[in-house]
C-alpha cells in the first residue's frame, strides 16, 4: 500500500475552465510518446480487457462506444468482434488520438469504426443507443466521475452494459521493492489530485455504479505480473510522461524526475526482479430500465 503524505493529498483541485465539462486537462498529455504509453497499457490489460467485454455478453452486431479511447486500441477490437452489422463509436478529447484511431481503422479495413473529437460526456451521442458503452482508465482523470458515469448509463439501451476499468494506485507489489516505484507513486497521485482526478477510483466505482442506477453489479480485479516485460515499462513511460506537470506542480525537479526514470528502466531490463501492475478493478452493469 502507497501512503501518500498529508502535504501532497491537501493540494488544491485544478478545475476546468468550463463549469460544464467534468474533464480537466489529461496530465500525460497529447503526444506520440503517450500515444506509445497507451499502446503498452493496451499490453498489459487488453486480453483481460478482452474477456470482460465477453462476460459482459458482447455480441456480432452490437453498437459500442468507447469513451476516452485514446488511439483505439479497445474500440478496434471491439469493432472486430461485432463485425459489419455492428458499430463502434470511440470518442477521446485529444485530436492527436482520435486521428491515429481513424488511421488504423482505415488500415483494418474497419469502416464501421468511427472516432469523434469530444469530451468526456459525449455531448454529439444520442442516449439509448448503444448495446455496450465503455471506458478505461478515464474516470480516475475527471473531478465529477459520477456525472460521466450517468451519462455512460444514458447512452446505454435497456438491457445493455455499462463496461468500465480504473486504476487503483494504492495496490502493486516490487520485489525486492524499490524505492523509485515507491517515489513515482507518491508523485503519480500528488498529481493526479492536482488535476482534479482520484488515484484511488478504483476501489469506489462499485459505489458509484449503484449510485448511477446500474443493476446486476459484477466486479473483479486483475494485477499484471512481470515476467510480461510491458508491466515494468509503464513505471519509467509514465513517470517521463507526467514530467513537464510534476515540474510546473513544484512537486519534482528536472533532475529527480530523470533519476527516478533511470531507475525505472533499470528496474524493467532486471530479471531479477518482479513488479506488478497496479490493479485495474473492472466494473460491469446491465442498464435495465
Known amino acids: 500500500m502507497v501512503v501518500v503524505p498529508d502535504s501532497l493529498l491537501e493540494l488544491p483541485r485544478a478545475r476546468s475552465a468550463n463549469a460544464d465539462h467534468t474533464m480537466t486537462s489529461y496530465v500525460l ?9 497507451l499502446r503498452i497499457l493496451d ?22 462506444a468507447d469513451l476516452g479511447c485514446g488511439p483505439g486500441h479497445s474500440a478496434l477490437w ?30 483494418r479495413n474497419l469502416d464501421h469504426a468511427h472516432f469523434i473529437k469530444d469530451d468526456s460526456t459525449a455531448a454529439g451521442l444520442p442516449n439509448a443507443s448503444f448495446d455496450l458503452v465503455y471506458s478505461r482508465c478515464l474516470l480516475s482523470h475527471l473531478s465529477d466521475p459520477l456525472a460521466v458515469l450517468r451519462r455512460m448509463a444514458a447512452l446505454t439501451k435497456p438491457g445493455g452494459a455499462v463496461v468500465v476499468e480504473d486504476i487503483d494506485c494504492g495496490g502493486g507489489f516490487a520485489h525486492p521493492e524499490s524505492p523509485a516505484r515507491m517515489r513515482h507513486l507518491e508523485l503519480y497521485q500528488a498529481i493526479v489530485r492536482l488535476h482534479g482526478g482520484d488515484p484511488l477510483l478504483g ?29 515494468k515499462l509503464l513505471y519509467p513511460l509514465t513517470l517521463a510522461g507526467l514530467k513537464p506537470s510534476l515540474i510546473r506542480a513544484s512537486l519534482a525537479t528536472a ?15 532486471d530479471s531479477a526482479k518482479t513488479v506488478s501492475s497496479c490493479p485495474l478493478v473492472q466494473v460491469w452493469a446491465r442498464r435495465l430500465v
Do not use: M
Open 29 to 37: 498529455g497529447e503526444s506520440n510518446a503517450e500515444a506509445e504509453r
Open 43 to 64: 499490453a498489459v490489460y487488453g486480453e483481460t480487457s478482452h474477456t470482460l467485454f465477453q462476460r459482459a455478453g458482447l455480441r456480432e452486431g452490437w453498437r459500442c
Open 78 to 107: 471491439l469493432a472486430e468482434q461485432v463485425g459489419p452489422s455492428g458499430h463502434v463509436t470511440g470518442v477521446d478529447c485529444a485530436e492527436l488520438f482520435v486521428n491515429l484511431a481513424r488511421t488504423n481503422a482505415r488500415q
Open 203 to 231: 476501489r469506489k466505482l462499485p459505489r458509484l455504479f449503484r449510485e448511477a442506477g446500474l443493476d446486476e453489479i459484477h466486479v473483479e480485479i486483475v494485477t499484471p505480473v512481470e515476467p510480461f516485460t510491458q508491466v
Open 255 to 269: 533532475d529527480e524526475v530523470d533519476a527516478l526514470v533511470a531507475d525505472l528502466h533499470a528496474l524493467a531490463s
